[in-house]
């Protein structure tokens, strides 16, 4: 398996190369990096890991935080195609952002990944419902209906790059959000509608915006973020993703790691394989007989276990991918 050493080095590499053009993406790039590594490190308990994670990070998100207010959204009711996509791109970006920024500082600094998991939640409610309302519409229950089909209709005017971001930012509330569902209702998500968790409006929509995406990326900040969205999806042990985003997923990733010389989309798909074998050695202890239940799915009951020819091909894949970053 690949030495932690090299995923945090080429993780920080990329970073280092993108902080000029994105200070966002390569800010995303570290937060990862952290999060990743710590239970195969134990880099939680190395001072100056955490410190350099700190010092490379937190002022881009305060900034990013600080400046949330400033995004020009007060106009996206009225705009043309290029607008809202620049708008809702932006948004989508911060959204995922403070979602992993969140995780990365909860036990760092907590009051800090609270307010910025807020601000997240504050910008995924204005996406999906409150910039279809008036403000006399605020406690109408079937204008709330008529938000969440008409954005889902301006998706045909989204471009490859900002689906792309979208979808990033509706995996990251996925996986972050589920904490925050279960302990309280947050005030500013008060709006949506009680009969449909948030989650289930957040697996709604990024089913919907995955039919949509070819996964052939127009640019590189969409190819880091359908990286990212591979990155949360499948290495995901807590099976919170449908198949079908999963599969389109394995096909990107896997195609990005065999054919380009990019090492990050290498060691994502590494990771994602011995994920994939990890999963059915679990399935082998007996999950598979276990039924669990989330919002009304049975998941795990049903899975196959992978037949020995089946773990074979992963690892010789793993072996070729690891080749081509030595």
Known sequence: MIKEEKIEEIFNNHADLLEAESTEISTAIRLYAYELLPEKTNQIENIDKIKDMVESTSHVLEKMYNGYENLDIGSIREADRDTYNKIVFDLSVFIAVMCIGSRVYDDLDPVFSRDILHAALDAVHFLILRQFKEADDENNEASERVSVLHMSSRDDELDSATTAALMWAFSELLKTD?????????????????????????KMRLSELVKKHSFNVTCKDEEFICLFLSLVVLLDTEETFADEVKRPLYDFLYKDADETDN????????????????????????????????????????????????????????????????
């Open 263 to 326: 090492s990050l989309s290498a060691v994502i798909a590494i990771l994602s394989l011995q994920n994939e074998l990890d999963n059915d050695e679990q399935l082998s202890k007996g999950a598979s007989q276990l039924i669990k239940v989330v919002e009304y799915n049975v998941i795990g009951a049903n899975r196959n276990k992978m037949t020995e020819e089946d773990k074979t091909e992963i690892k010789e894949h793993i072996k070729v991918l690891e080749a081509k970053l030595k």
């Open 178 to 202: 589920k904490d925050v569902r279960n302990a309280y209702d947050h005030s500013l998500m008060a709006g949506m509608p009680q009969k449909m968790s948030r989650q289930k409006r957040y």
